[in-house]
């Protein structure tokens, strides 16, 4: 009979070892429209439309989304593109 070593995946909730985890909230403003926003969105993280348009409604009614999740470098990139056309982005550690 053969003994076999298992290991676990950390459960614990050391974050060392977790994946980096960040994302990109968009703020409303009163400066571009709400195409222009969906528009700039889908471009930036290749969302559908329908998505695009998800997000575009609660920055819209919410004053704020979170549009994007992704490694810190991948949310930059995307908080970049957006920051284009003049919207407020934060790119925050999740």
Known sequence: MSTETIVNPNISGNTASKRESWI??????DHNSFDE???ILMVA???NF???QMETWEVH???KSVVHHGSQDE????AIVIRQIGI???VLSE
């Open 75 to 78: 949310c930059e990139r995307v």
């Open 50 to 52: 329908e998505e695009a």
């Open 24 to 29: 990109v909230v968009v703020y409303d403003n």
């Open 88 to 90: 407020k982005v934060e």
């Open 45 to 47: 993280t290749k969302c």
């Open 37 to 39: 926003v969906m528009m």
């Open 61 to 63: 009614n919410l004053g």
